[in-house]
């Protein structure tokens, strides 16, 4: 099972998994004072996608996943200096999406920008909504 959690005497925020085998907890992200979260697992159950922001409104996120054969090992998507939302993962697992820019403020930013990351290549691509519309959630 994954969890995210406050530590109130650090004023840390972690993302870690449970073990409820043996009672253990791994420790994912460790050092976020902002905000940090789970996103969604996988749809085969291998792999956790997470974020983790120096900001409690999203803004200055980093986005990336873990697998299962090495829950150490971090798999960046990349640092946003905008809001990060809405990331989710394809039917098949080989394909995240999600959104980055401001969000619902249109004073700040009308138009955020979907993007597409391809685990198997490695390659991001752009994704360009209509003309005059900004994305607000994306699913697949």
Not at 65 to 75: I, K, Q
Request: glycine residues 8%.
């Amino acid at each position: 099972m994954a969890f995210e959690v406050y530590q109130a005497s650090t004023r840390l925020r972690f993302v870690a998994l449970w073990n409820l085998a043996d009672d253990s907890v791994l420790r994912l992200v460790r050092d976020s004072p902002a905000s940090c979260g789970l996103e969604a697992w996988s749809p085969d159950g291998t792999k956790l996608l997470v974020y983790r922001g120096d900001r409690v409104d999203g803004v200055g996120s980093d986005l990336w996943y873990f697998r299962a054969d090495d829950w150490t090992a971090e798999h960046a998507l990349g640092a946003f200096q905008k809001r990060l939302w809405s990331p989710c993962w394809n039917h098949d697992g080989t394909k995240i999406a999600y959104c980055v820019g401001q969000g619902d403020c249109l004073q700040c930013e009308p138009f955020g920008q979907v993007y597409v990351f391809d685990l198997a290549t490695q390659e991001t691509t752009k994704i360009e909504p209509p003309a005059n519309c900004r994305p607000v959630c994306l699913t697949w």
